[in-house]
């Protein structure tokens, strides 16, 4: 079955880097995209940018362009995520997630997701 | 970028309420529009795609309609395990936005 295990909870500095990791398994890895998505507490769910595993080519949120940086990796099936310049508005759940099944494009597997803890 | 709004954001209702949870794009997305259920602490969880579609396992109580602009989730008769945050999503173009939420609360 379609699996997507992210890496675990990191605690950052103000102005640290974090990275992120999702790794895939139960599917063909370069035959879907994968995206990002960031939930800080207590509020909505941010899409962040897309990833295509295939080729490496990636469209990021305006918000994000100048800090983050989404990478794969074809011989573990993993995607990373890299956000730095850390302030503590970046403290959220990021979560990985990929359109497999659904058509239209809905995201119908998620990681479990990462807490990205950022405090001084 | 297109935005996307949800109403209420907030609802309380009873088990076996009918309960409809509204949409709305900023500009058109034909059906590309999916819904999301996220309970405290866990990953949000597909409910519809493309607007009308039903994901696997999901209850039939649970149906979404619209296009264009205005879309519609309805759950037919509300139980204890539906009481969530629900989330739309446009699919169209990127970036993917989500509208606000909607907290389901018990009455």
């Known amino acids: 079955q379609v699996q997507l295990v992210q890496s675990g909870a990191e605690v950052k500095k103000p102005g640290a880097s974090v990275r992120v990791s999702c790794k895939a398994s139960?599917?063909?890895?370069?035959?879907?995209?994968m995206h990002w998505v960031r939930q800080a507490p207590g509020q909505g769910l941010e899409w962040m940018g897309i990833?295509?595993?295939?080729?490496?080519?990636?469209t990021y949120a305006q918000k994000f362009q100048a800090r983050v940086t989404m990478t794969r990796d074809t011989s573990t099936s993993t995607v990373y995520l890299d956000l730095i310049y850390l302030r503590s508005e970046d403290t959220a759940v990021y979560y990985c997630?990929?359109?497999?099944?659904?058509?239209?494009?809905?995201?119908?597997?998620w990681g479990q997701g990462t807490l990205v803890t950022v405090s001084s | 970028d297109i935005q996307m709004t949800q109403s209420p954001s907030s609802l309380s209702a009873a088990v076996g309420d009918r309960v409809a949870i509204t949409c709305r794009a900023s500009?058109?997305?034909?059906?590309?529009l999916n819904w999301y259920q996220q309970k405290p602490g866990k990953a949000p969880k597909l409910l519809i795609y493309?607007?009308?579609n039903l994901q696997g396992g999901v209850p039939s109580r649970f149906s979404g309609s619209g296009s264009g602009t205005d879309f519609t989730l309805t759950i037919s008769s509300l139980q204890p395990e539906d009481f969530a945050t629900y989330y739309c999503?446009?699919?169209?173009?990127?970036?993917?936005?989500f509208g606000q939420g909607t907290k389901v609360e018990i009455k």
């Open positions: 997630a990929s359109p497999i099944a659904a058509a239209g494009g809905g995201f119908d597997n």
């Open positions: 139960g599917y063909t890895f370069t035959n879907y995209y």
């Open positions: 990833i295509n595993p295939s080729d490496g080519r990636t």
């Open positions: 500009q058109t997305i034909s059906i590309y």
């Open positions: 493309a607007a009308s």
């Open positions: 999503q446009q699919s169209h173009s990127t970036p993917r936005t």
